[in-house]
Protein backbone atom coordinates (compact mmCIF):
# COMPACT_ATOMS: atom_id res chain seq x y z
CA UNK A 1 0.00 0.00 0.00
CA UNK A 2 0.66 3.48 -0.96
CA UNK A 3 2.80 4.86 2.26
CA UNK A 4 0.27 8.06 2.09
CA UNK A 5 -3.13 6.04 1.60
CA UNK A 6 -5.74 5.78 4.28
CA UNK A 7 -7.54 3.01 4.81
CA UNK A 8 -11.33 3.71 5.83
CA UNK A 9 -12.75 1.83 8.62
CA UNK A 10 -16.09 1.83 9.08
CA UNK A 11 -18.04 0.82 11.63
CA UNK A 12 -21.65 2.76 11.92
CA UNK A 13 -22.81 -1.04 11.75
CA UNK A 14 -20.99 -2.03 15.06
CA UNK A 15 -19.66 1.04 17.52
CA UNK A 16 -22.67 3.17 15.53
CA UNK A 17 -25.46 0.46 16.57
CA UNK A 18 -24.19 0.95 20.24
CA UNK A 19 -25.87 4.78 20.45
CA UNK A 20 -28.70 4.21 22.73
CA UNK A 21 -31.38 3.57 21.28
CA UNK A 22 -30.36 2.61 17.88
CA UNK A 23 -31.05 -1.56 16.80
CA UNK A 24 -31.02 -1.98 12.80
CA UNK A 25 -32.19 -5.50 11.70
CA UNK A 26 -30.59 -7.93 9.12
CA UNK A 27 -31.78 -6.54 6.17
CA UNK A 28 -31.57 -2.51 7.37
CA UNK A 29 -27.73 -4.00 8.28
CA UNK A 30 -27.00 -5.42 4.71
CA UNK A 31 -28.81 -2.10 3.40
CA UNK A 32 -26.16 -0.05 4.60
CA UNK A 33 -23.44 -2.77 3.97
CA UNK A 34 -24.25 -2.27 0.12
CA UNK A 35 -24.62 1.62 0.85
CA UNK A 36 -21.20 1.52 1.96
CA UNK A 37 -19.63 -0.82 -0.49
CA UNK A 38 -20.77 2.29 -2.64
CA UNK A 39 -18.52 4.63 -0.76
CA UNK A 40 -15.98 2.53 -1.26
CA UNK A 41 -15.00 2.26 2.52
CA UNK A 42 -12.23 -0.25 2.88
CA UNK A 43 -13.16 -2.27 6.24
CA UNK A 44 -16.82 -2.81 7.16
CA UNK A 45 -17.27 -3.46 10.81
CA UNK A 46 -20.41 -5.52 10.49
CA UNK A 47 -21.35 -6.28 14.53
CA UNK A 48 -20.45 -8.61 17.39
CA UNK A 49 -20.53 -11.70 15.76
CA UNK A 50 -20.60 -13.27 19.77
CA UNK A 51 -22.98 -10.56 21.34
CA UNK A 52 -26.10 -11.96 20.24
CA UNK A 53 -27.39 -14.61 17.46
CA UNK A 54 -29.23 -11.64 15.35
CA UNK A 55 -25.64 -10.74 15.51
CA UNK A 56 -24.18 -13.34 14.21
CA UNK A 57 -26.45 -13.41 11.50
CA UNK A 58 -26.12 -9.35 10.31
CA UNK A 59 -22.18 -10.65 10.01
CA UNK A 60 -22.63 -13.43 8.28
CA UNK A 61 -25.16 -11.55 6.10
CA UNK A 62 -22.93 -8.85 5.27
CA UNK A 63 -20.34 -10.93 4.43
CA UNK A 64 -21.86 -12.82 2.01
CA UNK A 65 -22.99 -9.52 -0.14
CA UNK A 66 -19.32 -7.88 0.31
CA UNK A 67 -17.91 -10.95 -1.14
CA UNK A 68 -16.17 -10.02 -4.43
CA UNK A 69 -16.54 -6.28 -4.16
CA UNK A 70 -13.34 -5.95 -2.57
CA UNK A 71 -14.42 -4.35 0.38
CA UNK A 72 -12.95 -6.16 3.93
CA UNK A 73 -15.88 -7.42 6.78
CA UNK A 74 -14.63 -7.18 10.02
CA UNK A 75 -16.40 -9.36 13.03
CA UNK A 76 -14.79 -7.95 16.56
CA UNK A 77 -14.17 -10.36 19.10
CA UNK A 78 -13.10 -10.31 22.49
CA UNK A 79 -9.47 -12.14 23.13
CA UNK A 80 -12.20 -14.97 24.11
CA UNK A 81 -11.83 -18.34 22.47
CA UNK A 82 -15.48 -18.50 21.61
CA UNK A 83 -15.53 -14.75 20.69
CA UNK A 84 -12.98 -15.08 17.89
CA UNK A 85 -14.19 -18.60 16.69
CA UNK A 86 -17.71 -16.80 16.65
CA UNK A 87 -16.61 -14.34 14.22
CA UNK A 88 -14.54 -16.57 12.32
CA UNK A 89 -17.50 -18.73 11.18
CA UNK A 90 -19.89 -15.85 10.56
CA UNK A 91 -16.67 -14.52 8.19
CA UNK A 92 -16.60 -17.74 6.45
CA UNK A 93 -18.44 -16.93 3.21
CA UNK A 94 -16.24 -14.06 2.21
CA UNK A 95 -13.34 -13.20 0.57
CA UNK A 96 -11.71 -10.57 2.55
CA UNK A 97 -12.09 -10.69 5.98
CA UNK A 98 -11.21 -9.65 9.46
CA UNK A 99 -11.17 -10.72 12.74
CA UNK A 100 -10.64 -7.63 15.27
CA UNK A 101 -9.78 -8.71 18.56
CA UNK A 102 -9.40 -6.37 21.77
CA UNK A 103 -8.84 -6.58 25.23
CA UNK A 104 -8.13 -3.45 27.22
CA UNK A 105 -5.04 -2.29 28.41
CA UNK A 106 -5.29 0.88 30.53
CA UNK A 107 -4.91 0.37 34.42
CA UNK A 108 -8.43 1.35 35.58
CA UNK A 109 -9.90 -1.55 32.75
CA UNK A 110 -7.38 -3.56 33.71
CA UNK A 111 -8.27 -3.53 37.92
CA UNK A 112 -11.96 -2.78 37.69
CA UNK A 113 -13.52 -4.13 34.80
CA UNK A 114 -11.06 -7.13 33.79
CA UNK A 115 -9.93 -7.84 37.14
CA UNK A 116 -6.73 -8.95 35.66
CA UNK A 117 -3.06 -8.63 36.49
CA UNK A 118 -0.74 -7.32 33.34
CA UNK A 119 0.24 -10.63 32.77
CA UNK A 120 -2.87 -12.16 32.58
CA UNK A 121 -4.04 -9.71 29.83
CA UNK A 122 -0.67 -10.23 27.94
CA UNK A 123 -1.72 -14.10 28.54
CA UNK A 124 -4.96 -13.30 27.28
CA UNK A 125 -3.35 -11.05 23.96
CA UNK A 126 -1.43 -14.15 22.96
CA UNK A 127 -3.76 -16.81 23.41
CA UNK A 128 -6.57 -14.57 21.49
CA UNK A 129 -4.38 -12.83 18.75
CA UNK A 130 -2.66 -16.64 17.99
CA UNK A 131 -6.15 -18.44 17.47
CA UNK A 132 -7.47 -15.26 15.26
CA UNK A 133 -4.14 -15.86 13.11
CA UNK A 134 -4.81 -19.61 12.85
CA UNK A 135 -8.10 -18.93 11.45
CA UNK A 136 -7.90 -15.76 9.31
CA UNK A 137 -4.99 -13.96 7.68
CA UNK A 138 -6.07 -10.89 8.31
CA UNK A 139 -6.18 -10.10 12.19
CA UNK A 140 -6.29 -6.34 14.09
CA UNK A 141 -5.82 -6.02 17.56
CA UNK A 142 -7.06 -3.32 19.71
CA UNK A 143 -5.77 -2.20 22.85
CA UNK A 144 -8.81 -0.71 24.77
CA UNK A 145 -8.56 2.61 26.15
CA UNK A 146 -5.08 2.76 24.51
CA UNK A 147 -4.81 6.69 25.44
CA UNK A 148 -4.85 5.95 28.93
CA UNK A 149 -2.86 2.99 28.95
CA UNK A 150 1.32 3.38 30.24
CA UNK A 151 3.11 3.82 27.06
CA UNK A 152 5.81 0.90 28.06
CA UNK A 153 3.21 -1.45 29.08
CA UNK A 154 0.91 -0.62 25.40
CA UNK A 155 4.00 -1.30 23.25
CA UNK A 156 4.70 -4.22 25.05
CA UNK A 157 1.52 -5.59 24.49
CA UNK A 158 1.38 -4.32 20.79
CA UNK A 159 4.90 -6.02 20.36
CA UNK A 160 3.80 -9.33 21.55
CA UNK A 161 0.33 -9.01 18.76
CA UNK A 162 2.43 -8.57 16.01
CA UNK A 163 4.33 -11.97 17.09
CA UNK A 164 1.14 -13.73 17.36
CA UNK A 165 -0.13 -12.43 14.02
CA UNK A 166 -1.39 -9.42 13.80
CA UNK A 167 -1.39 -6.85 10.88
CA UNK A 168 -3.15 -3.99 12.24
CA UNK A 169 -2.96 -2.12 15.88
CA UNK A 170 -5.43 -0.24 16.80
CA UNK A 171 -4.81 3.00 19.64
CA UNK A 172 -8.50 3.78 20.10
CA UNK A 173 -9.15 6.52 22.39
CA UNK A 174 -11.92 4.77 24.27
CA UNK A 175 -13.39 7.57 26.17
CA UNK A 176 -12.99 10.37 24.27
CA UNK A 177 -10.40 12.03 27.06
CA UNK A 178 -7.57 12.25 24.83
CA UNK A 179 -6.53 16.36 23.24
CA UNK A 180 -5.26 16.58 19.80
CA UNK A 181 -1.41 17.42 20.23
CA UNK A 182 -1.06 14.73 23.12
CA UNK A 183 -2.36 12.55 20.95
CA UNK A 184 -0.73 12.99 18.21
CA UNK A 185 2.52 12.60 20.37
CA UNK A 186 1.45 9.55 22.18
CA UNK A 187 0.56 7.76 18.38
CA UNK A 188 4.43 9.25 17.82
CA UNK A 189 5.77 7.21 20.54
CA UNK A 190 4.06 4.11 20.28
CA UNK A 191 4.99 3.90 16.87
CA UNK A 192 8.57 4.36 17.61
CA UNK A 193 8.76 2.29 20.19
CA UNK A 194 6.52 -0.87 18.87
CA UNK A 195 9.34 -0.62 15.31
CA UNK A 196 6.75 -2.78 13.48
CA UNK A 197 7.66 -4.22 10.39
CA UNK A 198 6.45 -2.50 7.11
CA UNK A 199 3.59 -4.39 6.95
CA UNK A 200 1.87 -3.38 9.98
CA UNK A 201 -0.42 -0.64 9.84
CA UNK A 202 -0.89 1.53 13.09
CA UNK A 203 -5.17 2.53 13.39
CA UNK A 204 -7.04 4.86 15.34
CA UNK A 205 -10.65 4.93 17.07
CA UNK A 206 -11.57 8.06 18.51
CA UNK A 207 -14.93 8.95 20.72
CA UNK A 208 -16.16 12.33 20.66
CA UNK A 209 -16.75 13.01 24.58
CA UNK A 210 -15.42 16.31 24.09
CA UNK A 211 -15.98 16.88 20.70
CA UNK A 212 -12.51 16.11 19.75
CA UNK A 213 -13.10 12.61 17.78
CA UNK A 214 -12.11 14.22 14.55
CA UNK A 215 -9.32 16.39 15.29
CA UNK A 216 -7.70 13.70 17.58
CA UNK A 217 -8.32 11.51 14.19
CA UNK A 218 -6.60 14.02 12.06
CA UNK A 219 -3.87 14.18 14.98
CA UNK A 220 -2.98 10.50 14.80
CA UNK A 221 -2.72 10.56 11.33
CA UNK A 222 -0.67 13.34 11.09
CA UNK A 223 1.89 11.18 13.49
CA UNK A 224 1.77 8.21 11.26
CA UNK A 225 -1.46 5.94 11.83
CA UNK A 226 -2.88 5.02 8.43
CA UNK A 227 -5.87 3.27 9.31
CA UNK A 228 -9.10 5.44 10.73
CA UNK A 229 -12.29 4.13 12.45
CA UNK A 230 -15.59 6.06 12.24
CA UNK A 231 -19.01 5.97 11.75
CA UNK A 232 -21.39 8.18 9.38
CA UNK A 233 -22.53 10.97 11.17
CA UNK A 234 -20.21 10.53 14.01
CA UNK A 235 -23.05 7.93 15.16
CA UNK A 236 -22.40 5.68 18.60
CA UNK A 237 -21.99 5.20 22.22
CA UNK A 238 -22.47 8.42 24.29
CA UNK A 239 -20.86 11.37 22.22
CA UNK A 240 -20.61 9.03 19.83
CA UNK A 241 -17.57 8.43 17.25
CA UNK A 242 -15.19 10.13 15.10
CA UNK A 243 -17.72 11.67 12.20
CA UNK A 244 -15.94 9.42 8.88
CA UNK A 245 -17.27 12.44 6.43
CA UNK A 246 -15.93 14.64 8.58
CA UNK A 247 -12.72 13.39 9.20
CA UNK A 248 -12.41 12.26 4.91
CA UNK A 249 -13.49 15.44 3.78
CA UNK A 250 -10.47 17.36 5.89
CA UNK A 251 -8.14 15.26 4.14
CA UNK A 252 -9.13 16.00 0.93
CA UNK A 253 -9.57 19.59 0.98
CA UNK A 254 -6.58 20.02 3.19
CA UNK A 255 -4.34 17.67 1.32
CA UNK A 256 -1.84 20.24 1.78
CA UNK A 257 -1.39 20.35 5.38
CA UNK A 258 -1.69 16.28 5.72
CA UNK A 259 -0.72 14.64 2.41
CA UNK A 260 -2.89 11.88 2.14
CA UNK A 261 -5.51 10.42 0.86
CA UNK A 262 -8.32 8.13 0.74
CA UNK A 263 -10.42 5.76 -2.15
CA UNK A 264 -14.07 6.93 -0.42
CA UNK A 265 -16.05 7.92 -3.34
CA UNK A 266 -17.00 10.88 -1.23
CA UNK A 267 -20.03 11.97 -3.74
CA UNK A 268 -21.57 8.84 -1.98
CA UNK A 269 -21.26 11.19 1.83
CA UNK A 270 -24.68 12.84 1.43
CA UNK A 271 -26.59 9.50 0.26
CA UNK A 272 -24.73 7.09 2.78
CA UNK A 273 -25.53 9.70 5.65
CA UNK A 274 -29.14 10.33 4.96
CA UNK A 275 -29.67 6.26 4.74
CA UNK A 276 -27.98 6.09 8.34
CA UNK A 277 -30.29 9.13 10.07
CA UNK A 278 -33.25 7.22 8.19
CA UNK A 279 -32.58 3.37 9.13
CA UNK A 280 -31.13 4.71 12.94
CA UNK A 281 -33.92 7.07 13.11
CA UNK A 282 -31.27 9.65 14.52
CA UNK A 283 -31.42 12.87 12.95
CA UNK A 284 -28.58 14.77 10.93
CA UNK A 285 -28.50 18.79 13.15
CA UNK A 286 -29.05 21.28 10.08
CA UNK A 287 -25.42 22.47 10.86
CA UNK A 288 -23.68 19.30 10.58
CA UNK A 289 -20.57 19.56 9.00
CA UNK A 290 -20.17 17.72 5.51
CA UNK A 291 -23.93 16.11 5.27
CA UNK A 292 -25.66 18.61 7.16
CA UNK A 293 -28.86 20.41 5.65
CA UNK A 294 -27.45 23.87 5.55
CA UNK A 295 -23.86 23.10 5.09
CA UNK A 296 -23.81 24.47 1.27
CA UNK A 297 -26.74 27.38 2.11
CA UNK A 298 -26.14 31.07 2.64
CA UNK A 299 -27.94 33.83 3.74
CA UNK A 300 -26.19 36.63 4.70
CA UNK A 301 -26.16 39.40 1.83
CA UNK A 302 -22.43 39.30 1.76
CA UNK A 303 -21.83 36.14 1.56
CA UNK A 304 -24.56 35.91 -0.72
CA UNK A 305 -22.88 38.44 -3.07
CA UNK A 306 -19.80 36.34 -2.94
CA UNK A 307 -21.18 33.30 -3.69
CA UNK A 308 -22.40 34.58 -6.49
CA UNK A 309 -19.07 36.33 -7.71
CA UNK A 310 -17.15 33.43 -7.18
CA UNK A 311 -18.12 30.26 -4.96
CA UNK A 312 -14.89 29.39 -3.41
CA UNK A 313 -15.45 32.96 -1.64
CA UNK A 314 -17.32 31.07 1.35
CA UNK A 315 -16.90 27.48 0.08
CA UNK A 316 -14.51 25.32 0.98
CA UNK A 317 -15.66 22.48 -0.70
CA UNK A 318 -17.73 22.16 -4.01
CA UNK A 319 -21.23 20.92 -2.90
CA UNK A 320 -20.71 17.93 -5.42
CA UNK A 321 -17.95 16.39 -4.17
CA UNK A 322 -20.20 14.88 -1.06
CA UNK A 323 -23.53 14.69 -3.01
CA UNK A 324 -24.88 17.77 -2.03
CA UNK A 325 -26.98 20.18 -3.96
CA UNK A 326 -24.93 23.11 -5.42
CA UNK A 327 -25.19 26.27 -2.98
CA UNK A 328 -28.49 27.09 -1.82
CA UNK A 329 -28.92 30.63 -1.29
CA UNK A 330 -31.65 31.16 1.38
CA UNK A 331 -33.43 34.55 0.82
CA UNK A 332 -34.22 36.07 4.49
CA UNK A 333 -33.56 39.24 6.08
CA UNK A 334 -29.71 38.81 6.18
CA UNK A 335 -29.93 38.86 1.80
CA UNK A 336 -28.79 41.29 -0.67
CA UNK A 337 -30.18 42.85 -3.64
CA UNK A 338 -27.96 40.88 -5.55
CA UNK A 339 -29.23 37.75 -4.51
CA UNK A 340 -32.90 38.48 -4.76
CA UNK A 341 -32.57 40.06 -8.30
CA UNK A 342 -30.70 36.43 -9.14
CA UNK A 343 -33.57 34.35 -7.82
CA UNK A 344 -35.57 36.20 -9.77
CA UNK A 345 -34.26 36.62 -12.75
CA UNK A 346 -33.92 32.52 -12.35
CA UNK A 347 -37.55 32.67 -12.13
CA UNK A 348 -37.93 34.20 -14.74
CA UNK A 349 -38.59 37.44 -14.35
CA UNK A 350 -36.13 40.37 -15.86
CA UNK A 351 -37.23 43.39 -14.16
CA UNK A 352 -36.40 47.41 -14.35
CA UNK A 353 -34.08 49.00 -12.18
CA UNK A 354 -37.34 50.66 -10.36
CA UNK A 355 -39.24 47.27 -10.04
CA UNK A 356 -36.37 45.67 -8.52
CA UNK A 357 -36.15 48.88 -5.86
CA UNK A 358 -39.62 48.19 -5.22
CA UNK A 359 -40.13 44.57 -5.31
CA UNK A 360 -36.66 44.82 -2.66
CA UNK A 361 -38.59 46.79 -0.08
CA UNK A 362 -41.75 44.56 -0.29
CA UNK A 363 -39.22 41.50 0.26
CA UNK A 364 -37.45 43.00 3.44
CA UNK A 365 -41.39 43.59 4.59
CA UNK A 366 -42.02 40.16 4.29
CA UNK A 367 -38.94 38.84 5.33
CA UNK A 368 -39.80 40.21 9.11
CA UNK A 369 -42.90 38.36 9.06
CA UNK A 370 -41.24 35.33 7.85
CA UNK A 371 -37.59 33.26 8.09
CA UNK A 372 -37.23 31.54 5.00
CA UNK A 373 -38.67 33.12 1.53
CA UNK A 374 -39.64 30.59 -1.00
CA UNK A 375 -39.60 31.38 -4.63
CA UNK A 376 -43.76 30.83 -4.13
CA UNK A 377 -43.59 33.63 -1.98
CA UNK A 378 -41.02 35.55 -4.59
CA UNK A 379 -43.77 35.00 -7.33
CA UNK A 380 -46.82 36.15 -5.48
CA UNK A 381 -44.41 39.18 -4.56
CA UNK A 382 -43.48 40.11 -8.30
CA UNK A 383 -47.65 39.64 -8.94
CA UNK A 384 -48.91 41.70 -6.49
CA UNK A 385 -46.47 44.64 -6.24
CA UNK A 386 -45.17 44.73 -10.06
CA UNK A 387 -47.48 42.71 -12.60
CA UNK A 388 -50.69 44.15 -10.40
CA UNK A 389 -49.72 47.53 -10.77
O1 LIG B 1 -13.87 2.35 21.73
C1 LIG B 1 -13.23 1.28 21.70
O2 LIG B 1 -12.19 1.12 22.34
C2 LIG B 1 -13.74 0.21 20.87
C3 LIG B 1 -12.86 -0.98 20.70
C4 LIG B 1 -13.60 -2.25 20.86
C5 LIG B 1 -12.11 -0.88 19.43
O3 LIG B 1 -14.80 0.33 20.30
ZN1 LIG C 1 -15.36 2.50 20.18
Redesign the pocket.
Known amino acids: MEDNRVIIFD?TL??GE?AAGVNLNVQEKVQLANQLCKLKVDVIEAGFAAASPGDFDCVAAIAKVAKGTGTTVAS?ARTREADIRAAAKALEVTDKARI?T?I?TSQIHMEYKLKMTREQVLNEVRSGVSLAHSLCKDVEF?A???SRSDLAFLIEVFKLAIECGATTL?I????GYAVPDEYGAFVKKVIEGVNAPKNVIYSV?C?DDLGLAVANSLAALKAGARQV?GTINGLG?RGG?AALEEVVMALKTRRDFYGLTSNLVTQQLMRTSQLTAKLTGVAVPPNKAIVGGNAFSHEAGIHQHGILANRATYEIMNAEDVGAIAAVLVLGKHSGKHAFKDRLSALGYQLSEEQIEIAFKAFKLLCDAKKDVTDADLEALVIDNILGI
Open positions: TRDQLHFASEDANPDTVHHEEN
